[in-house]
C-alpha cells in the first residue's frame, strides 16, 4: 500500500512540474512579453515625452526600439536587498544624469518575477541612487520609498547610509560637478505599474525617475485569445528573466523586429519558428563592430567573426563565447593557420559566465599582447551581441595595455581587478 501511495505522489509530482513547464514555455513566455510591452508603451505615453531607458538585462525585452532611448541603464536588484543596501561606483549611471538634465525626467522600466509588484532595483536601488546624488550636490536627500513596498523601518535604516554613500561618491574619481551639470532640481523616484495610476503628476518640484513595471503581480492567469485570433495563452510574470536559459539565442531586437511572424502560429510552431529566425537573421547589433576610439581593437557581435569576411577586416579575432563558424574551428584543427590569429573563450552568457570571464582575463591579455603594440594589426573582440563578453575582454585589454591617449603602452604591466561582472 505504501508503494502505491509513494507510487501516485511521484505521479502527481511529475503532472505537476510538468505543468509548470508548459506554463512558462517559450510561446507564453513571448505572448506575456509582448503583453507587457503594450502595457509599457501605453503607461509611457501617458507621462508625456520623458524618454524611456531599459533597465539591463531584463527591461530590454518589454520596451520595442522604436519607443526606447538609445542608453540603457543597470540598477541591480542585489544593491537594493534588505539589509545590504549599497551605492556602487561601478553602477553609479552616471550618464542617466546627462539624460535627466536634457529632458527634465526619464522612465526606466524593468519587471519582477511572481510574488512582487515592483523589482527590488526600483523600490529600493533608485531611490538610494537618487538620494545619494541629491546629497552630493547638496540638496535634498530623503530616500523616497514605494510605502506599500517599503517598511518604514526600512527606510530609516536606509537613510541613516546616504551621507557615507555621497562622501565616498565625492572621494572617488566621478566628477560630481560635472556629471550633475543641468541638474536644477532634486531627484525623485516615482512608481508606476499595473496595479497603480498610470499618469503621475510632478508638478516641477522635482526632476522625476519614474520608475515603470511592466509585469504584473499574477502568474498562471490563462489570457482567452479573440475569436478568429491568436489562442489563448498562460501569463507569466517576469517572464524575460533569465533570458539565457530559455530565448534559444533570440534577442529583444529580434523578438520585436519579427514578433508577429514569431507569435502568429500555435504554441507548437513557435520554437521552430525562433530557432529558424536566429539561425537565418542577419540582425544588424549582431554584424556591427566598431572600432574603439584612438585603438586597434575593435569590438562587435558575431556576424562581425563570420569567415571569411572576418579575415579581410581584421587580422585577429577573440571569440568570446558566441557559437563557432565551422570554417574557423576546421581551419584551427586543420593546418594551424589560425594559430596566433584566432582564440575562442568558453565564457557563458549572462550571470552563468561570471566566474569564467575573469577565467578568459589572462589567455585574452596574453594572446593579444604582441599584436595590440603594432598599430597595423586589426582585433576583434566579439560575443553574440557584442554588449556583454566582448566588452568585458575588451576593457580588460584597455586598461591593461592602452593609455588615455589610445597610444599602447604593452610593456608597463599595470595591475587591475574587474570584478562583480553583470
Same mark, same amino acid.
Given at each position: 500500500?505504501?508503494?502505491?501511495?509513494?507510487?501516485?505522489?511521484?505521479?502527481?509530482?511529475?503532472?505537476?512540474?510538468?505543468?509548470?513547464?508548459?506554463?512558462?514555455?517559450?510561446?507564453?513566455?513571448?505572448?506575456?512579453?509582448?503583453?507587457?510591452?503594450?502595457?509599457?508603451?501605453?503607461?509611457?505615453?501617458?507621462?508625456?515625452?520623458?524618454?524611456?531607458?531599459?533597465?539591463?538585462?531584463?527591461?530590454?525585452?518589454?520596451?520595442?526600439?522604436?519607443?526606447?532611448?538609445?542608453?540603457?541603464?543597470?540598477?541591480?536588484?542585489?544593491?537594493?536587498?534588505?539589509?545590504?543596501?549599497?551605492?556602487?561606483?561601478?553602477?553609479?549611471?552616471?550618464?542617466?544624469?546627462?539624460?535627466?538634465?536634457?529632458?527634465?525626467?526619464?522612465?526606466?522600466?524593468?519587471?519582477?518575477?511572481?510574488?512582487?509588484?515592483?523589482?527590488?532595483?526600483? *523600490?529600493? %536601488?533608485?531611490?538610494?541612487?537618487?538620494?545619494?546624488?541629491?546629497?552630493?550636490? /547638496?540638496? #535634498?536627500?530623503? @530616500? +523616497? !520609498?514605494?510605502?506599500?513596498?517599503?517598511?518604514?523601518?526600512?527606510?530609516?535604516?536606509?537613510?541613516?547610509?546616504?551621507?557615507?554613500?555621497?562622501?565616498?561618491?565625492?572621494?572617488?574619481?566621478?566628477?560630481?560637478? *560635472?556629471? %550633475?551639470?543641468?541638474?536644477?532640481?532634486?531627484?525623485?523616484?516615482?512608481?508606476? /505599474?499595473? #496595479?497603480?495610476? @498610470? +499618469? !503621475?503628476?510632478?508638478?516641477?518640484?522635482?526632476?522625476?525617475?519614474?520608475?515603470?513595471?511592466?509585469?504584473?503581480?499574477?502568474?498562471?492567469?490563462?489570457?482567452?485569445?479573440?475569436?478568429?485570433?491568436?489562442?489563448?495563452?498562460?501569463?507569466?510574470?517576469?517572464?524575460?528573466?533569465?533570458?539565457?536559459?530559455?530565448?534559444?539565442?533570440?534577442?529583444?531586437?529580434?523578438?520585436?523586429?519579427?514578433?508577429?511572424?514569431?507569435?502568429?502560429?500555435?504554441?507548437?510552431?513557435?520554437?521552430?519558428?525562433?530557432?529558424?529566425?536566429?539561425?537565418?537573421?542577419?540582425?544588424?547589433?549582431?554584424?556591427?563592430?566598431?572600432?574603439?576610439?584612438?585603438?586597434?581593437?575593435?569590438?562587435?557581435?558575431?556576424?562581425?567573426?563570420?569567415?571569411?569576411?572576418?579575415?579581410?577586416?581584421?587580422?585577429?579575432?577573440?571569440?568570446?563565447?558566441?557559437?563557432?563558424?565551422?570554417?574557423?574551428?576546421?581551419?584551427?584543427?586543420?593546418?594551424?593557420?589560425?594559430?596566433?590569429?584566432?582564440?575562442?573563450?568558453?565564457?557563458?552568457?549572462?550571470?552563468?559566465?561570471?566566474?569564467?570571464?575573469?577565467?578568459?582575463?589572462?589567455?585574452?591579455?596574453?594572446?593579444?599582447?604582441?599584436?595590440?603594440?603594432?598599430?597595423?594589426?586589426?582585433?576583434?573582440?566579439?560575443?553574440?551581441?557584442?554588449?556583454?563578453?566582448?566588452?568585458?575582454?575588451?576593457?580588460?585589454?584597455?586598461?591593461?595595455?592602452?593609455?588615455?591617449?589610445?597610444?599602447?603602452?604593452?610593456?608597463?604591466?599595470?595591475?587591475?581587478?574587474?570584478?562583480?561582472?553583470?
Amino acid at each position: 500500500m505504501a508503494d502505491t501511495d509513494s507510487d501516485s505522489d511521484s505521479g502527481i509530482y511529475k503532472i505537476a512540474a510538468q505543468l509548470r513547464a508548459e506554463s512558462r514555455s517559450l510561446y507564453n513566455r513571448l505572448r506575456s512579453i509582448e503583453a507587457d510591452g503594450d502595457f509599457v508603451r501605453s503607461a509611457a505615453s501617458a507621462q508625456g515625452s520623458y524618454p524611456v531607458v531599459a533597465n539591463e538585462r531584463c527591461g530590454l525585452w518589454y520596451v520595442d526600439p522604436t519607443l526606447s532611448y538609445a542608453q540603457t541603464v543597470y540598477f541591480k536588484s542585489t544593491d537594493g536587498h534588505a539589509g545590504q543596501w549599497r551605492f556602487s561606483l561601478r553602477r553609479a549611471n552616471t550618464h542617466l544624469l546627462s539624460v535627466l538634465a536634457s529632458h527634465g525626467g526619464c522612465i526606466l522600466v524593468d519587471s519582477t518575477r511572481r510574488g512582487k509588484s515592483m523589482p527590488d532595483a526600483f *523600490a529600493r %536601488t533608485v531611490p538610494l541612487w537618487c538620494a545619494v546624488w541629491n546629497a552630493a550636490m /547638496g540638496r #535634498d536627500a530623503t @530616500v +523616497h !520609498v514605494p510605502e506599500h513596498i517599503v517598511s518604514p523601518s526600512e527606510q530609516v535604516q536606509m537613510q541613516a547610509l546616504v551621507a557615507g554613500f555621497a562622501a565616498q561618491l565625492q572621494e572617488s574619481a566621478i566628477d560630481v560637478a *560635472a556629471a %550633475t551639470r543641468g541638474i536644477d532640481r532634486p531627484l525623485q523616484p516615482l512608481w508606476v /505599474g499595473h #496595479d497603480s495610476s @498610470v +499618469h !503621475v503628476e510632478t508638478k516641477g518640484e522635482f526632476i522625476p525617475v519614474i520608475c515603470l513595471c511592466a509585469s504584473a503581480a499574477q502568474a498562471d492567469v490563462r489570457v482567452e485569445g479573440m475569436l478568429g485570433g491568436r489562442p489563448s495563452f498562460r501569463y507569466v510574470q517576469g517572464a524575460a528573466d533569465d533570458h539565457e536559459t530559455w530565448a534559444l539565442g533570440l534577442t529583444p531586437r529580434l523578438f520585436w523586429k519579427h514578433r508577429r511572424t514569431l507569435l502568429a502560429g500555435s504554441p507548437d510552431t513557435c520554437e521552430p519558428a525562433v530557432r529558424r529566425l536566429v539561425s537565418e537573421a542577419e540582425d544588424v547589433s549582431e554584424g556591427w563592430f566598431s572600432f574603439v576610439r584612438q585603438t586597434n581593437v575593435a569590438v562587435g557581435g558575431r556576424l562581425a567573426g563570420r569567415p571569411p569576411e572576418c579575415w579581410a577586416n581584421f587580422d585577429t579575432v577573440i571569440n568570446c563565447g558566441a557559437p563557432e563558424y565551422p570554417a574557423n574551428v576546421e581551419a584551427a584543427a586543420a593546418d594551424g593557420s589560425l594559430s596566433g590569429r584566432y582564440l575562442f573563450l568558453p565564457i557563458p552568457e549572462g550571470k552563468r559566465g561570471q566566474v569564467e570571464l575573469g577565467k578568459a582575463i589572462g589567455p585574452a591579455l596574453d594572446f593579444v599582447r604582441a599584436l595590440v603594440s603594432d598599430p597595423t594589426k586589426r582585433v576583434l573582440v566579439h560575443c553574440s551581441q557584442g554588449a556583454d563578453r566582448s566588452v568585458g575582454i575588451a576593457l580588460a585589454i584597455l586598461t591593461r595595455y592602452f593609455g588615455d591617449d589610445g597610444k599602447c603602452w604593452a610593456t608597463l604591466y599595470v595591475f587591475f581587478v574587474i570584478c562583480d561582472w553583470c
